[in-house]
């Protein structure tokens, strides 16, 4: 069984996405601010994670620092899912080494989970 | 230095050097000087009393201050208005997103969950749905449509066959032709045509082309979409027997915000921003774009783009 840990603020979200991978055989883990994504994320040592920018505690950039500076993390794929989409937030993203940049309002559930799918191979 | 340094403050502020307040400052700065040099040589001319020509300048330098200074404040407040409105519209943008996209995201467990939605509830659910898709639209055009004026329109340019690009797009509008009764054909003249585009970009555009022939062509009506070479330019077109642009309004075709009076009859909604923006991508993706247009007999949008060598590396822009 793949784990995902999707770090998300919003419950709305977490509650779509979350109904949408356990029904497709993940485990899954939530977290709802960036300081709380980054603790599951050393507890759990998810398969992925999905990680929004604007987040309480600490922003979703630092999130993907902190995980790409930790060597039991830093192998771990990052998929952005955000609703900010200009250029330098877009490059900085993939400059920090994230697999992936969704904008959520462009993207049905069942095309973030084949993303996913594509991802974890 | 300084003036690299003014150049970049007025890329900041996104206006043309001659609205560009600190290059205004410089400039009124000049003409302040020309002008006290111009006032004491005239002033000397006429008067041989050093006081007269001492006030004559002091009186000039004091009013082209009050002037430059009044130019100089007006453009910059113009500018920041400018900048203001920018940010505002792309923070609403972005936040009206969430919302929407809460919608969109529980919407689609409840309609994948027909357990959950009772059958003659499905269609109201499938209109919440298509609105729902509709304002993620129109926030996408509000945010292109920023991007555009503060020049920051995000193109990731690939090179692409447009004949079968172009193809695919049409199957793909035959049902909703079929709905409209429009009769839709695609004629390809000369393949492959090879051009370096955005991929999704030159989508959106060839999809609001389409989506407006057929929209605006009465039923029994034709749509034909036509992929050729002109020169060293491969060429799309899109022909309609529809309602025609009124010849007063084509002049304003592409301009923003801008609807033409028989389109709001067969049209009420929509925002004037579609082919704006179709303009406004195509010639930022390097390609042109134009139309003939007859009130009551149709339309033909048409854009090219340079063809490519399909071998060749094609350096980004």
Request: proline content about 3%; aromatic content about 8%.
């Amino acid at each position: 069984m793949k784990k995902l840990l999707i770090i998300e603020d919003e419950a709305a979200l977490q509650d779509a996405l979350q109904k949408t991978f356990t029904a497709e055989g993940y485990e899954v883990s939530q977290a709802f601010d960036g300081e709380e994504g980054i603790k599951l994320a050393k507890e759990k040592i998810p398969d992925m994670i999905l990680l929004d920018l604007i987040l309480p505690k600490k922003h979703g950039f630092e999130v993907l620092q902190d995980i790409k500076a930790d060597d039991s993390l830093k192998n771990i794929p990052v998929l952005v899912l955000t609703n900010l989409e200009e250029s330098t937030e877009v490059m900085k993203a993939i400059e920090l080494g994230a697999r992936g940049y969704l904008i959520k309002a462009n993207y049905a559930l069942k095309e973030v989970l084949a993303k996913v799918k594509d991802i974890l191979g | 230095m300084n003036t690299f340094h003014i150049i970049s403050q007025c890329r900041k502020y996104n206006v043309s050097l001659w609205s560009c307040p600190p290059f205004l400052f410089i400039v009124m700065g000049a003409i302040n000087i020309a002008g006290m040099f111009t006032t004491s040589v005239v002033a000397q001319r006429f008067s041989d009393d050093p006081a007269m020509v001492i006030i004559a300048v002091s009186m000039m330098a004091a009013f082209l201050f009050v002037v430059g200074n009044t130019v100089v404040t007006s453009f910059q407040r113009l500018a920041d208005a400018s900048r203001i409105k920018s940010e505002f519209v792309n923070i609403v943008s972005h936040q009206l997103r969430s919302p929407l996209s809460v919608i969109k995201w529980q919407l689609e467990l409840m309609l994948d969950q027909t357990k959950v939605v009772p059958a003659d509830s499905m269609v109201t659910m499938g209109t919440i749905r298509l609105q729902n898709e509709r304002m993620i639209a129109l926030v996408n055009d509000l945010l292109e449509v920023n991007r555009i004026e503060d020049d920051r329109v995000i193109l990731r340019p690939t090179k692409i066959m447009l004949d079968s690009f172009v193809e695919q797009l049409v199957n793909g509008y035959k049902p909703f032709a079929e709905q409209a009764k429009d009769k839709l054909s695609f004629i390809c003249e000369a393949r492959p045509l090879v051009v370096f585009v955005d991929d999704a970009k030159l989508r959106w555009v060839t999809e609001n082309l389409l989506d407006n022939a057929i929209r605006y062509t009465k039923a029994g009506g034709e749509v034909t979409i036509k992929v050729l070479r002109a020169k060293n330019k491969a060429r799309v077109e899109v022909t309609d027997s529809g309602i025609g642009i009124p010849a007063t309004d084509q002049a304003m075709i592409f301009q923003k915000f801008f609807r033409s009076e028989n389109a709001l009859l067969v049209r009420a909604e929509g925002t004037g921003l579609g082919l704006y923006l179709v303009k406004s991508l195509i010639v930022a993706m390097g390609g042109s774009v134009g139309f003939a247009s007859m009130e009551g007999k149709g339309s033909t949008f048409w854009y090219t783009f340079p063809l490519v060598d399909s071998g060749t590396t094609v350096q980004k822009k």
